[in-house]
Nanobody, 113 residues
């Protein structure tokens, strides 16, 4: 039974930081690339960051230099450290297993003054 459980979302002021966590179960975590996606109201889901099985990382230009994706295979977890948050980062953030894909339920991030 594949499960992806996100946590760490919340309300933060512009310029603040949040750390999202995703705990995976039900599959061989270390064998899969993992991603964070996000979706704002009225918009399509977009890729935020991906970390591969060999620790290679990619980011959308919208977050490069502000967000960091990481993983801890011993804990079956993937993280997204978000710094210098902007109002346009407001969205539901999803933890996603790649190839084949599996989506978590998401965690809300709201950046507002």
């Amino acid at each position: 039974q594949v499960q992806l459980v996100e946590s760490g979302g919340g309300l933060v002021q512009p310029g603040g930081s949040l750390r999202l966590s995703c705990v995976a179960s039900g599959f061989s975590f270390s064998r899969y690339a993992m991603s964070w996606y996000r979706q704002a109201p009225g918009k399509e889901r977009e890729l935020v960051a991906t970390i591969g099985t060999g620790d290679n990382k990619i980011y959308t230009d919208l977050v490069k230099g502000r967000f960091t994706i990481s993983r801890d295979n011993a804990k079956n977890s993937v993280y997204l450290q978000m710094n210098s948050l902007k109002p346009e980062d407001t969205a539901v953030y999803y933890c996603v297993r790649l190839s084949p894909g599996y989506w978590g339920q998401g965690t809300q991030v709201t950046v507002s003054s």
